[in-house]
Nanobody, 123 residues
Framework: QVRLVESGGGLVQAGGSLRLSCAASGRTFSRYARGWFRQAPGKEREFVAAISRTGGSTLYVDSVKGRFTISRDKAENTVYLQMNSLKPEDTALYYC????????????????WGQGTQVTVSS
């Protein structure tokens, strides 16, 4: 069974850092582009960052550029999201996802999703 499992969320003060992990099992996800999305209460799911199969290309939403870094460890089939200088508006449930297609900002391109990990940033 194919699974993506996120971890690393939690409660942090504004200005702090968290590192999210997304571990994949059941399939060779090294062949998949991977993405991070987030959804705050009452809002639609939002693209955060994505990384290509090789790790050579990355995309970010403007609001996190310079603060968040996406990376991947092919050997461990794991993708990371390093989040620095966190702001209260970063508070959301963060999901990782995988797509067989090319790197993308669109949630419609991703066909495998994790259950999410909660990130809460206090002011």
């Amino acid at each position: 069974q194919v699974r993506l499992v996120e971890s690393g969320g939690g409660l942090v003060q504004a200005g702090g850092s968290l590192r999210l992990s997304c571990a994949a099992s059941g399939r060779t996800f090294s062949r998949y582009a991977r993405g991070w999305f987030r959804q705050a209460p009452g809002k639609e799911r939002e693209f955060v960052a994505a990384i290509s199969r090789t790790g050579g290309s990355t995309l970010y939403v403007d609001s996190v550029k310079g603060r968040f870094t996406i990376s991947r460890d092919k050997a461990e089939n794991t993708v990371y999201l390093q989040m620095n200088s966190l702001k209260p508006e970063d508070t959301a449930l963060y999901y990782c996802a995988a797509t067989w297609g090319p790197i993308s900002r669109s949630s419609y391109e991703y066909n495998t999703w994790g259950q999410g990990t909660q990130v809460t940033v206090s002011s």
